[in-house]
């Protein structure tokens, strides 16, 4: 049965990678994860015909792009992991308008626009997401995020290519339609100004040096654990409550920043299920704000 599915999965990704029982620990920026049944890499091209033979045989599939704002269950994926990397990461220009395909990475994406004069992307390029995973999260930093650039954006509904505007998005914090509605993201256009390229290089590495600097960049981690709740900072609150250095197993709050839990020493997603848990328990408990994950939770939970 589970040759069979894999030759059949063969068969339409001829170029891009098929794999068996992959874990995915190794495709998530977490480093936690059990197996994928099938994990597969398509191109562009192959990416269609793939997903619409997926639906037709009613086979669970999941997509992901760079793995940076996942927890994947210890008991792994159910179906086919579909993940959007660098077989989908074409990019091009002209004059203030950038196409890219969405598996590329966003740090390569404003690189791209630096390259070409083109000012916007600078808050991205540290981000360490797909374009397509940042349109999904409507992913920002520093007071810009994916809403203020974008033009259009290709996705697959169902089975049909439809393309919507940057306003019929329904961009909001770290919220797009593409969540509400299980799109998925193919392709996207964005307005940018011209600008002077050494202007935009030093901004980004102004940008990526005050991560460094707060970030605990040296761990495995998700990012922000948290959405912001209106009115508070997450990290402030769980700093507030005594949480800094908290500790789940091989789970931790970031002393450095405790807005991230960090994988220290082999975590498994139980140990930061249940060390998030705690954090929206004893914060709620203090000071009655309810955290709710920025982190998406995905596979046998
Ligand atoms: C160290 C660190 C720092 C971070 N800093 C920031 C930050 O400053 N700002 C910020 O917003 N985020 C930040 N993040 C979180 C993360 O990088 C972003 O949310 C990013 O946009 C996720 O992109 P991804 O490609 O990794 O998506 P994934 O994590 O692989 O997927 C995220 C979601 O998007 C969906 N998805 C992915 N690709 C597609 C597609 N093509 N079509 C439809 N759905 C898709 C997935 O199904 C999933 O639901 C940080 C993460 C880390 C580890």
Known sequence: MKKELENQLKNIVKKGLVAVDEPMSAHTTFRIGGPADYYVEPTFEEVKELL?????ENIPYTLIGNGSNLLVSDEG???VVVSFGKEMSEVSWEKEVVRAKAGILLSRLASFAAS??????????????TLGG???????AYGGEMKDVVQSVTVLDGDEIKEYSGEEMDFSYRHSRVLDEDLIVLEVTMKLQSGREEEILSSMKELNKKRVEKQPLNFPSAGSTFKRPEGYFAAKLIE???????????????EKHSGFV???DHATAKDVCT????????????????????VRLIGRF
């Open 116 to 129: 070409k004069f083109l000012s916007g992307l600078e808050f991205a390029s540290g981000i360490p997401g």
């Open 134 to 140: 940042a349109i999904t999260m409507n992913a920002g």
């Open 52 to 56: 619409f033979f997926l639906k037709k």
């Open 262 to 264: 960090i994988n220290f």
């Open 275 to 294: 060390l998030m848990q705690d954090i929206q328990r004893i914060v709620k408990e203090k000071f009655d704000v309810s955290l709710e994950p920025e």
């Open 240 to 254: 507030d409550a005594g949480l800094k250095g908290y500790t789940v197993g091989g789970a931790k709050v970031s």
């Open 77 to 79: 994926i159910e179906g």
